[in-house]
């Protein structure tokens, strides 16, 4: 069964670090694009991050710098490592398989159940 | 940077049709995709490169996406449907989401 689960959250204060892991079963992370989005209470979906085409990475304004996507092939697993880490960072983070369909079409088409992260004080 | 303008709610009644908009500057020339979201529910795809729909995705979801607008359809739409929906297209190696539409089924 292909399936994704994070794990990693908690509450941490500003300023602070956190790492967030997600594990893959059913399919091999290296093979595929995998991403971050993360969802603030009450708000919409929001794109963080992406790993794709071996290691090439990207990552939305609001938190380049600040986080870095990775993998651990020998593990399967995604990770995101989140620093310098805001308020407005608090959100659900759900980890994402990005299925590629040819040209420049894509789809997030497994999500796992994501993990909260809460920055406060 | 890039952006996706969707209508903040819409709604229909049982069985009727409803449209969801996407808007965004020559979205037509992208791909556009859109994401079912029950509440305490991860996302869930519907519609993927405009108009396909992944496997036991229901016949009543359609998409099209045509000049700056993508739209969402969903035919004879029934309670389960009520969820919130978002599109999605990307731009260079980037992603961009849509706000997102509260559908109601009254």
């Known amino acids: 069964e292909v399936q994704l689960v994070e794990s990693g959250g908690g509450l941490i204060q500003p300023g602070g670090s956190l790492r967030l892991s997600c594990a893959a079963s059913g399919f091999t992370v290296s093979s595929t694009y995998i991403s971050w989005v993360r969802q603030a209470p009450g708000k919409g979906l929001e794109w963080v991050s992406l790993t794709y085409s071996g290691r090439s990475t990207s990552y939305a304004d609001s938190v380049k710098g600040r986080f870095t996507i990775s993998r651990d092939d020998s593990k399967n697993t995604l990770f995101l490592q989140m620093n310098s880490l805001r308020v407005e960072d608090t959100a659900v983070y759900y980890c994402?398989?990005?299925?590629?369909?040819?040209?420049?079409?894509?789809?997030?088409?497994?999500w796992g159940q994501g993990t909260m992260v809460t920055v406060s004080s | 940077s890039y952006e996706l303008t969707q209508p903040p709610s819409v709604s229909v009644s049982p069985g009727q049709t409803a449209s969801i908009t996407c808007s965004g500057d020559?979205?037509?020339?992208?791909?556009a995709s859109w994401y079912q979201q029950k509440p305490g529910q991860s996302p869930m795809l519907v519609i993927y490169q405009d108009t396909k729909r992944p496997s036991g995705i229901p016949e009543r979801f359609s998409g099209s996406n045509s000049g700056n607008t993508a739209t969402l359809t969903i035919s004879g739409t029934q309670a389960m449907d009520e969820a919130d929906y978002y599109c999605?297209?990307?731009?260079?190696?980037?992603?961009?989401f849509g706000g997102g539409t509260k559908l109601t089924v009254l």
């Open positions: 999605q297209a990307w731009d260079s190696s980037t992603v961009v």
């Open positions: 020559t979205l037509g020339d992208e791909y």
């Open positions: 994402a398989r990005v299925q590629a369909y040819g040209g420049n079409s894509y789809g997030f088409e497994i």
